[in-house]
C-alpha cells in the first residue's frame, strides 16, 4: 500500500468512527470538503462504494463494512506501533554500551553509571575497561571516553573538561637517599616507575619555555595501574607520574612530594566519543547528560584513595 492510499484509508475509518464527515474533519484538522474528497478518492482507488451518503444520514454499504473490518485493526496496530517507537525515543531503555581506559575507568565509572542507572533503571549498561582504544563503529560501542589531544576521525567529539595534570611525585625517603632532579634530563640517572599502558612508556612528556620537551626515563618497574605505582613511589622504589587527584591523599600525608613542577605541561582534556548525532538515542542522549554533569565530580573523588 502506498503511503498516500494510507493516508486515505486514515480519513476513511476516522469518518466511520464519526459517524460523520463534519465531526472526522474537526478531529483531523481538516476541512468538510477535503475530506469527503480524501474518501472519494479512496473509493476510486479500490473501484468500489464505501459509504452511501445522504443529506441527513451516512452508512456504510456491505463492502464498505467489510473492508472497514479489515483496515481498521491494522491501522490500530500501526498507531500502536507509533506510540511505542515515540516513547522509546522519549525514555532511555535497551543497551548502552560504553568504552573506556581501564584504569581511569575502574575509578570513574562507578560513580557516573551509578547515576545514570539510577535516573533510567530501563537500560542495560554494559561497560568495557580496556588498555586500547576501541573501534566503535566495528565493535559496536555506543560511546568512548578519552584524554586528548585526539586523532582525526569520523566520529563526534564533545569536551568534558580537564580535570588535573599529570605530575610526577616521589617519597621523602627516595629523595633524601637519591637527591632531586632538577631538570627533566636528569631522570635519566634515577629509577622511574612506569604507566605500561602509555606508549611509549618511557617517553615522558614536558615543557619549556612554553614549548613541549620529551624525555626518555630510566625505567625501574613498568605496571597498568595509577594505584600500584602510587604505593611503590610511597614505599620509596622511584619517581612516577601520577594524576593529581590520586597523588593528593598521599601528598597531603606527607608520603609523597612533587618534583619538577615547573616542568609539567598542561592537563589533557577529555572527550566523550560517539558515531553520530543523526538520529541520536536516548539512552545516547541522557548519559551524555549525566557526563557533563559528573565527570569532573567523579575525578575529584578519586582524591579521597590512598
Not at 459517524?19 to 474533519?25: G, L, N, P
Not at 496496530?77 to 560504553?98: F, T
Not at 533503571?121 to 566503535?136: F, S
Not at 625505567?219 to 600500584?228: K, Q
Request: proline fraction near 7%; charged fraction near 25%.
Amino acid at each position: 500500500m502506498e503511503p498516500s492510499t494510507l493516508d486515505l484509508v486514515a480519513v476513511f475509518v476516522r469518518v466511520v468512527e464519526s459517524r460523520s464527515f463534519r465531526a472526522a474533519a474537526r478531529v483531523l484538522g481538516m476541512s468538510k470538503s477535503t475530506v469527503s474528497l480524501k474518501v472519494a478518492r479512496l473509493e476510486d482507488v479500490l473501484g468500489a462504494r464505501l459509504l452511501e451518503r445522504t443529506t441527513r444520514t451516512l452508512r456504510l454499504t456491505d463492502v464498505g463494512a467489510a473492508y472497514y473490518e479489515q483496515v481498521q485493526p491494522a491501522l490500530s496496530s500501526l498507531d500502536e506501533a507509533e506510540r511505542r517507537v515515540l516513547d522509546s525515543r522519549a525514555r532511555p531503555s535497551g543497551r548502552l554500551r560504553v568504552a573506556m581506559l581501564f584504569e581511569p575507568g575502574q575509578f570513574l565509572l562507578g560513580s557516573i553509571v551509578s547515576e545514570y542507572m539510577r535516573r533510567h533503571p530501563a537500560v542495560q549498561v554494559d561497560v568495557e575497561l580496556t588498555d586500547r582504544y576501541v573501534d566503535l563503529v566495528q565493535e559496536g560501542f555506543d560511546v568512548a571516553l578519552r584524554p586528548g589531544p585526539l586523532p582525526d576521525s569520523s566520529l563526534v567529539t564533545r569536551r568534558l573538561g580537564t580535570p588535573g595534570r599529570l605530575r610526577l611525585y616521589a617519597s621523602p625517603a627516595y629523595l633524601e637517599r637519591r637527591g632531586r632532579p632538577r631538570r627533566p634530563e636528569d631522570l635519566s640517572s634515577h629509577d622511574c616507575l612506569v604507566m605500561s599502558t602509555k606508549h611509549p612508556p618511557t617517553t615522558w612528556d614536558f615543557v619549556r619555555d612554553r614549548k613541549p620537551l620529551r624525555v626518555q626515563v630510566r625505567e625501574r618497574m613498568r605496571v597498568n595501574s595509577f594505584v600500584v605505582l602510587r604505593e611503590l613511589a610511597v614505599a620509596g622504589h622511584g619517581i612516577t607520574r601520577l594524576p593529581e587527584s590520586f597523588a593528593r591523599a598521599a601528598v597531603r600525608a606527607g608520603t609523597l612530594r612533587g618534583v619538577l613542577d615547573a616542568w609539567c605541561p598542561d592537563p589533557p582534556e577529555w572527550h566523550v566519543l560517539y558515531p553520530s548525532t543523526r538520529n541520536l538515542s536516548p539512552r545516547v542522549r541522557a548519559f551524555l547528560e549525566v557526563l557533563e554533569e559528573c565527570f569532573l565530580p567523579a575525578f575529584e573523588g578519586v582524591a579521597g584513595g590512598g
